[in-house]
């Protein structure tokens, strides 16, 4: 059983709807990111969280807004998204911001597809 | 342009023998290095790290080695079991960037065979 949990797995939402990815790690973590994986692309950090608070907003557009109302808890608000923004969301958490010795655990995603 | 690059897309070895799994990287101030597994509809799953002061690193049937001058890296998995079939990524950061923030960056994966 994974201790990073993402719901729903799978997402099928028109261009004009608005849906949220929930993200909830039970590892007692600090730290917790969302990724984006394009169809035959490498894993794309989004957004980085700290003890709830952002650290790194990696250039992504402003219809996809990060939320962390505590350090358990992720989400990811969707807006008027675009076609090529269907790909596989992944959420992770590590102990803390800093990587030395302490690896990110990764959930199972959330594969979106837009229409 | 890519900083971390896995350039073989796909591997297929026989169980019992050695998986070879290799990684390049272009920015010197890396200076942590991880694998990741990932099989179909899970989220890929830590396997081993490296730091920059070691040159290798062993876990059981997995061994990650580091070549610095070369900027390479590459994942042994001695002996290869049907199981160990997934993608595998390898990923690195930097403590020394500006930013700090631990952001990991990732190859675009290799897929393993082991077929039994």
């Known amino acids: 059983e994974t201790g990073v949990t993402q719901t729903p797995r799978h997402l099928v939402m028109g261009m004009t709807n608005k849906k949220s990815l929930k993200c909830e790690q039970h590892l007692g973590h600090n730290a917790m990111y969302w990724y984006k994986q394009s169809a035959k692309k490498p894993l794309e950090l989004m957004f980085v969280?700290?003890?709830?608070?952002?650290?790194e907003n990696n250039s992504v557009p402003s219809r996809f807004s990060p939320e962390c109302p505590n350090s358990s808890h992720l989400f990811l608000h969707l807006h008027t998204l675009q076609p090529e923004d269907s790909a596989l969301y992944l959420c992770?958490?590590?102990?803390?911001?800093?990587?030395?010795?302490?690896?990110?655990?990764f959930g199972d995603g959330t594969r979106l597809s837009i229409l | 342009d890519q900083q971390v690059k896995q350039n073989s897309p796909s591997l297929s070895v026989q169980e019992g023998r050695i998986s070879i799994l290799n990684c390049d990287y272009t920015?010197?101030?890396?200076?942590?290095f991880l694998w990741y597994k990932k099989y179909p509809a899970e989220g890929p799953t830590f396997l081993i790290s490296?730091?920059?002061?070691?040159d290798k690193n062993e876990d059981g049937r997995f061994t990650v080695f580091l070549n610095k001058s070369a900027k390479h890296l590459s994942l042994h998995i001695v002996p290869s079991q049907p199981g160990d079939s997934a993608v595998y990524f390898c990923a690195a950061s930097s403590s020394r960037s500006s930013s700090n923030t631990g952001k990991l960056i990732f190859g675009q994966g290799t897929t393993l065979q082991v077929k039994p």
């Open positions: 992770a958490s590590s102990q803390d911001l800093l990587p030395m010795n302490q690896p990110q655990h």
């Open positions: 969280y700290s003890l709830e608070e952002r650290v």
């Open positions: 490296i730091s920059s002061i070691k």
């Open positions: 920015n010197s101030m890396f200076d942590y």
